[in-house]
């Protein structure tokens, strides 16, 4: 989780995260009320296509950018609020998990941390990674707007999931449009960006990319295999996320 402190010391890296901000939250906004599925907490996210493609390709400037983007998103929607705080971090996740992910949940060598169309193992990646981190976002979300009073946890982890990893994929369309440019055209992937020793390593990497793993899935159907009330299921379960992604 290093890069995501270093990044502050690179100019280029900054900028990128004021450029997906400004994209991620202009679309979020221009959709706002459009489609509204929860009005005042939630909508189809349409914009949701984004955050994925912004992590793979911009790291931790991705995931600043999305997160900044989606507090945007509320402040000028009309949905500012208490929610716009666990909105802060479950955004973050959405696109810090992508490339924290990328080449540590599936431990195998054939797997950089870029993303290659030809290769089945991103493909894999990509559509299991997406499911992971819109769960992982929808729990942390959904144990804190349930603490609030606010929308019930059951009911919200399951539409903020399905929202998020259906636009995910569908952005699949998006990074194969504009990965190789990107990267080879424009110089701006993350990793060619940053000084390797700013990216770090991580300091259990596996471990924690299984706990974020495994803590959003439980997040997501406990509650239909145990009997844990849904506020200490969340609470238990964002714990897990976090502490995950503080290893990877």
Known sequence: MRAV??????????????????????????????????????????????????GLLFGPAGAWGTAFGNFLGDLFGGTFGLGSIPGFVGNFLLGYLPYALWNRIIPSKKI????KRESWESWINYFFISFISSTACAVVISTFLDALGMVPYAVLTKIITVNDTLASWIGVILLISVFSATKE??????????????VGKPVAGISGAWLVMAASIVGLLGGMITTLPASILGWLCTAGILIGCFLL
């Open 5 to 54: 402190w270093t990044m502050w010391g690179n100019t280029r890296m900054i900028i990128l995260v004021a450029v997906c901000a400004a994209i991620y939250g202009a679309a979020l906004v221009a959709f706002k009320t459009a489609l509204p599925i929860i009005p005042g907490f939630t909508e189809l996210r349409v914009a949701n296509i984004f955050p994925m493609v912004f």
């Open 112 to 115: 950089s941390r870029e993303w």
């Open 185 to 198: 055209h424009l110089g701006l992937f993350w990793t060619d960006i940053m000084d390797e020793g700013d």
